[in-house]
Nanobody
Framework: QVQLVESGGGSVQAGESLKLSCTVSDEYMYSSACMGWLREAPGRRREAVAN???????TYAESVKGRFTISRDKAKNILYLQMNSLKPEDTAKYYC?????????????????????WGRGTQVTVSS
């Protein structure tokens, strides 16, 4: 079983940056599966924001493209989400997830409800 633990959330002002981290307990799953970040907020539909596959290819939701960057540190089994130019609408609880054994491009066609595993999440609050 894979354990996912998110950290790095907090409260910031609009325009500022924040970096989220996710530690993954299973080295094989971390290196072989497509992983990603999703977010949930009251009154908003669950949204996948970024994906990265085993080859390092990344894909993003249009709402965060150009502002967020997903990356991974294979030596430490850590997944990151660098968030720049944050907006109030980015306020949500962010979750690290194992999307599945697929490419990041294929992951665009998979809804968050179909993801294999989620972490417990970390809250991000952006004030105007």
């Amino acid at each position: 079983q894979v354990q996912l633990v998110e950290s790095g959330g907090g409260s910031v002002q609009a325009g500022e940056s924040l970096k989220l981290s996710c530690t993954v307990s299973d080295e094989y799953m971390y290196s072989s599966a497509c992983m990603g970040w999703l977010r949930e907020a009251p009154g908003r539909r669950r949204e996948a924001v970024a994906n990265i596959d085993s080859d390092g290819t990344t894909t993003y939701a249009e709402s965060v493209k150009g502002r967020f960057t997903i990356s991974r540190d294979k030596a430490k089994n850590i997944l990151y989400l660098q968030m720049n130019s944050l907006k109030p609408e980015d306020t949500a609880k962010y979750y690290c997830a194992i999307v599945g054994f697929m490419t990041a491009i294929q992951a665009l066609d998979v809804t968050p409800d179909e993801y294999s595993n989620w972490g417990r999440g970390t809250q991000v609050t952006v004030s105007s």
